[in-house]
């Protein structure tokens, strides 16, 4: 192998403790194959990330620049929300001119971002999507509420689609769950044919939530910003919370915005850089 040919330069970062990889493709070069992500996400022989966010050039008209989405395992992902706030803010650092608020192309279509004054950045991610058919899901009837018999007993979760799959079961203690046992329990289930990320919310107040995600292709994050707009989601058409949310989650948090039933979902937080360096194979 030629290996100065395979070096490749990389930033990691974090959006309140979901961390990731950046690569710079936006010249045309092809992302890295599926086992070589999975040896950069490895924390003990690798750089270590949930996700690896690959920048590249821009698909639509109007676009500051596209980015795709890899999970840990080298899987491909669909959206990002703290993946999206992190390439806003590493074009900001590139020096890409920009306005305050300017548009991404994403996997699942365009995301509005805004750099704010405060140094964090805000996103709209889209509308929530809730028939089965698009999660997707194989239950009948759009919820806001589906059930399971499982080990555990019978389990109600809401089902809602970001661009990715979201299963959100509301809990009375997050401390008192068995997080991962039943994620990967229902991350199993051919009911979720393209698997499914799995959140917990502990309702705390009408505008507060705690939350923990278990994400397939990852295993429980710090912080998930589609699982969080899903989750507030859920939980608004319960009648469980109000339009706008202060999410907590193991890593920090985030603060959620859904004004109506057909407006796109909009989520605020950190965007942080940890370092730069160069892998080699």
Same mark, same amino acid.
């Given at each position: 192998?030629n290996?100065?040919?395979?070096r490749?330069?990389?930033?990691?970062?974090?959006?309140? =403790?979901?961390?990731?990889?950046?690569?710079?493709?936006?010249?045309?070069?092809?992302?890295?194959?599926?086992?070589?992500?999975?040896?950069?996400?490895?924390?003990?022989?690798?750089?270590?990330?949930?996700?690896?966010?690959?920048?590249?050039?821009? $698909?639509?008209?109007? @676009?500051?620049? @596209?980015?795709?989405?890899?999970?840990?395992?080298?899987?491909?992902?669909g959206?990002?929300?703290? =993946?999206?706030?992190?390439?806003?803010a590493?074009?900001?650092?590139?020096?890409? &001119?920009?306005?305050?608020?300017?548009?991404?192309?994403?996997?699942?279509?365009?995301?509005?971002?805004?750099?704010?004054a405060?140094?964090?950045?805000?996103?709209?991610? /889209?509308?929530?999507?809730?028939?089965?058919?698009?999660?997707?899901?194989?239950?009948? /009837?759009? /919820?806001?509420?589906?059930?399971?018999?499982?080990?555990?007993?019978?389990?109600?979760?809401?089902?809602?689609?970001? =661009?990715?799959?979201?299963?959100?079961?509301?809990?009375?203690?997050?401390?008192? $769950?068995?997080?991962?046992?039943?994620?990967?329990w229902?991350?199993?289930?051919?009911?979720?044919?393209?698997?499914?990320?799995? =959140?917990?919310?502990?309702?705390?107040?009408?505008?507060?939530?705690?939350?923990?995600?278990?994400?397939?292709?990852?295993?429980?994050?710090?912080?998930?910003?589609?699982?969080?707009?899903?989750?507030?989601?859920?939980?608004?058409?319960?009648?469980?919370?109000?339009? $706008?949310?202060?999410?907590?989650? &193991?890593?920090?948090r985030?603060?959620?915005?859904?004004? $109506?039933?057909d407006?796109?979902?909009?989520?605020? /937080? &950190? @965007?942080?850089?940890?370092?730069?360096?160069?892998?080699?194979?």
């Open positions: 192998m290996t100065a040919a395979a490749r330069r990389f930033s990691k970062m974090h959006g309140a =403790g979901n961390d990731f990889v950046l690569l710079d493709l936006r010249q045309g070069e092809p992302p890295p194959p599926p086992a070589e992500v999975a040896r950069m996400a490895d924390r003990h022989r690798g750089i270590g990330f949930d996700q690896l966010l690959t920048v590249e050039a821009a $698909t639509s008209p109007g @676009a500051l620049a @596209a980015y795709r989405i890899w999970n840990a395992d080298g899987s491909i992902a959206q990002c929300g703290n =993946g999206a706030r992190c390439v806003a590493w074009l900001r650092r590139d020096g890409v &001119p920009m306005a305050q608020r300017f548009r991404l192309d994403s996997p699942d279509g365009p995301v509005e971002a805004e750099l704010r405060d140094g964090e950045v805000a996103i709209v991610l /889209g509308h929530p999507r809730f028939a089965p058919a698009e999660v997707p899901l194989r239950l009948e /009837g759009p /919820g806001p509420e589906h059930r399971l018999a499982t080990p555990w007993g019978e389990l109600r979760f809401g089902a809602v689609s970001m =661009g990715n799959p979201h299963a959100v079961i509301e809990v009375a203690e997050l401390a008192a $769950t068995d997080v991962a046992g039943i994620a990967r229902l991350q199993a289930q051919a009911v979720f044919p393209e698997g499914v990320n799995v =959140g917990f919310a502990e309702v705390r107040a009408d505008d507060r939530i705690a939350l923990r995600v278990y994400e397939r292709g990852a295993g429980e994050t710090l912080a998930c910003g589609s699982g969080a707009c899903a989750a507030v989601a859920v939980l608004v058409r319960r009648g469980r919370v109000g339009r $706008t949310v202060q999410v907590d989650l &193991p890593g920090g985030l603060r959620i915005d859904w004004p $109506t039933d407006a796109p979902l909009r989520m605020t /937080g &950190p @965007a942080a850089f940890v370092f730069d360096g160069e892998w080699i194979p």
